[in-house]
């Protein structure tokens, strides 16, 4: 097993710093084969960055007001970018790409997401409800309209057979997609729920609350499994890693947690943010992770997952203690609910990375190339000749349509 020179594993370390966003950062996620990044920010922008060194960004300016979420395609050729200005955009990341818009929802769309085919999309929005999209027409199929009040997210399960919302309403919803049901209602009494994922087993999600916790759900048996208490501030974003072992949190109070969920406790501590962490996501081979938040940084970090054991954590832990910080933060495993009992100590490893190298060499002088929509880019004509193919495809079904009722005639 790989560690470091005591023969201890290895922490994480910080890889790259971006800066290039005018405002704050407000989701990120990886691509599938993990070689860039898109980040959604409150400046009407999406960013992707390529993490290879010597390779350009595309900024890609559409929106006329905040961008709230993002997402890849399963394949990666596809990005998908949810509005303050009520509509989803679409489009190939590259310069000279397809492009074209969802007008989604009546009010600011929180959320955009797609299932494991690429065929389907979520969008979540302020409007109260999560649509149901078929990508490739541009088709809505279907809405789940339980929550009473604003939906924040709105996430597929790894098969793509159960839908996750969170919303203003203090619930966490589980729905069917194939009969459209809410099969599941967990509420939440101290504070709003601001993020959902799913766990890579598809059976548990994981809450990111505004009361600074993190709960973890069984769906299938509808109970609580694990609460975290280890943010001073309300919990923005959660990320599982791929493994299912750990879990990445980023919150108000400017830290990112890691926590190993096998023994119920927080193992890290990451700083390096100077104002809220708004989004966290790993690569899907979990080797790296990124941050990024209200203080417009991006940054990517080498997560050392895999040499993590679990039996040199305390040792690790004293080690990297003498000249930190103490925190009163706690942890709750499901064992400690059922006894009722927490633990009073937070023995995470405090890592700061202000002072390295890798902080220091800002990756701010990148090319950016900057497509939108209404600048009369070859992305705006390759978007109305798609809009043209959709308007002809549905006119030949129409004529269809005609055509079977006067043969059925």
């Not at 929509?373 to 006119?395: F, H, P, V």
Request: glycine letters at 6%; a neutral charge.
């Amino acid at each position: 097993m790989k560690g470091d020179k005591q023969g201890l594993f290895s922490d994480p370390a910080l890889e790259r710093h971006f800066t290039g966003h005018a405002g704050g950062i407000t989701q990120l996620r990886f691509s599938p084969e993990g070689t860039q990044i898109a980040t959604s920010s409150s400046d009407s922008s999406v960013i992707l960055w390529n993490l290879n060194q010597a390779a350009r960004c595309i900024r890609f300016g559409s929106h006329s007001s905040a961008v709230n979420g993002v997402a890849w395609s399963p394949t990666g050729n596809l990005v998908a970018s949810a509005g303050h200005d009520r509509t989803v955009k679409i489009w190939e990341p590259k310069v000279r790409g397809v492009s074209g818009e969802f007008v989604a929802h009546s009010k600011p769309v929180r959320s955009v997401d797609f299932d494991n085919t690429g065929h389907l999309m979520l969008t979540a929005s302020d409007d109260k409800s999560v649509k149901l999209w078929r990508v490739h027409r541009r088709q809505f199929m279907a809405s789940f309209s339980q929550q009473t009040n604003w939906v924040r997210s709105a996430k597929f399960s790894p098969n793509g057979k159960l839908v996750a919302t969170v919303s203003d309403d203090k619930s966490l919803r589980i729905y069917d997609i194939e009969s459209g049901e809410c099969v599941r209602t967990f509420t939440e009494e101290r504070a709003a729920p601001r993020q959902v994922a799913w766990h890579p087993w598809g059976n548990m999600v994981a809450v990111a609350l505004g009361c600074n916790r993190i709960k973890i759900f069984d769906v299938s048996a509808s109970q609580l499994l694990q609460l975290y208490v280890v943010h001073s501030a309300p919990v923005n974003d959660v990320a599982f890693h791929p493994s299912g072992h750990f879990l990445l949190s980023g919150s108000d109070d400017c830290t990112i947690r890691i926590l190993d969920l096998l023994e119920g406790r927080p193992i890290y501590t990451l700083k390096g943010h100077t104002d809220a962490v708004n989004a966290v996501a790993f690569t899907r081979d979990g080797d790296k992770f990124a941050t990024g938040g209200n203080d417009r940084q991006l940054l990517v970090w080498q997560s050392n997952l895999h040499t993590y054991d679990a039996s040199q954590f305390e040792a690790k832990s004293a080690m990297a203690s003498s000249g930190c910080d103490t925190s009163a933060a706690s942890s709750s495993s499901k064992q400690s609910l059922l006894s009722g009992t927490s633990k009073s100590n937070d023995l995470s490893i405090r890592i700061d990375p202000r002072q390295s190298l890798a902080y220091q060499l800002s990756d701010d002088n990148f090319q950016v190339v900057d497509v939108s929509l209404e600048s009369g880019s070859e992305s705006c004509s390759c978007s109305a000749q798609l809009d043209e193919i959709t308007k002809l495809l549905e006119l030949i079904d129409e004529r269809v349509r005609r055509l079977e009722g006067i043969y059925s005639l």
